[in-house]
T-cell receptor, first 110, second 112 residues
Framework: ETGVTQTPRHLVMGMTNKKSLKCEQH?????MYWYKQSAKKPLELMFV???????ENNSVPSRFSPECPNSSHLFLHLHTLQPEDSALYLC?????????FGPGTRLTVT | GQNIDQPTEMTATEGAIVQINCTYQ??????LFWYQQHAGEAPTFLSY????GLEEKGRFSSFLSRSKGYSYLLLKELQMKDSASYLC?????????????FGKGTTLSVSS
């Protein structure tokens, strides 16, 4: 248990669906991140939030929309996804550079 | 941008020692991390180096040479449970602020 939780753990959605991934950290950190992990590829940084402000959007398609209502919660809203978006989506938080990861959401787009 | 290279796969036997290398190129180096990731699980922190030299933590040690852009993770007295992916990650203050940039990971298989 790292103090970072994610729901749901598994998600199957069609290309026309809208769904949201949720992340919550109980560590008092001021930075939160979304990473994407696909097979045979490195962890890809998607979004960075510092003190609820988005400071990085790593050229992510607009079908992924993040939301950070407070420093403990982070959402990733999904709509009209493609099959190639199927991956493990990891949330992390940090105070400084040391990142603590949640268990991830395994997303399958059909 | 950054470039982080590490071998894709390594194999070793129980009780042996294995060294996983990582080379990196970055403009605003702010530390290097090693994470362990078992299949289907989240990455977990192993070590952090920001100054040159060796950091030892039990069976695991990590080395850094900033001038060479090089690090290695040394695993001693290997156990079957050490079979996992080992991720090298760099913190670069000129890119993505506090976020870590990861290499592809090295899949280590330990056999009996």
């Amino acid at each position: 248990e790292t103090g970072v939780t994610q729901t749901p753990r598994h998600l199957v959605m069609g290309m026309t669906n809208k769904k949201s991934l949720k992340c919550e950290q109980h560590l008092g950190h001021n930075a939160m991140y979304w990473y994407k992990q696909s097979a045979k590829k490195p962890l890809e940084l998607m979004f960075v939030y510092n003190f609820k402000e988005q400071t990085e959007n790593n050229s992510v398609p607009s079908r992924f929309s993040p939301e950070c209502p407070n420093s403990s919660h982070l959402f990733l809203h999904l709509h009209t996804l493609q099959p190639e978006d199927s991956a493990l989506y990891l949330c992390a938080s940090s105070q400084g550079a040391h990142a603590y990861f949640g268990p991830g959401t395994r997303l399958t787009v059909t | 941008g950054q470039n982080i290279d590490q071998p894709t796969e390594m194999t070793a036997t129980e009780g042996a020692i294995v060294q996983i290398n990582c080379t990196y190129q970055t403009s605003g180096f702010n530390g290097l991390f090693w994470y362990q990731q078992h299949a289907g699980e989240a990455p977990t922190f192993l070590s952090y180096n920001v100054l040159d030299g060796l950091e030892e933590k039990g069976r695991f040690s990590s080395f850094l040479s900033r001038s060479k852009g090089y690090s290695y993770l040394l695993l001693k007295e290997l156990q079957m449970k050490d079979s996992a992916s080992y991720l090298c990650a760099v913190s670069d203050i000129n890119q993505a602020g506090t976020a870590l940039i990861f290499g592809k990971g090295t899949t280590l298989s330990v056999s009996s």
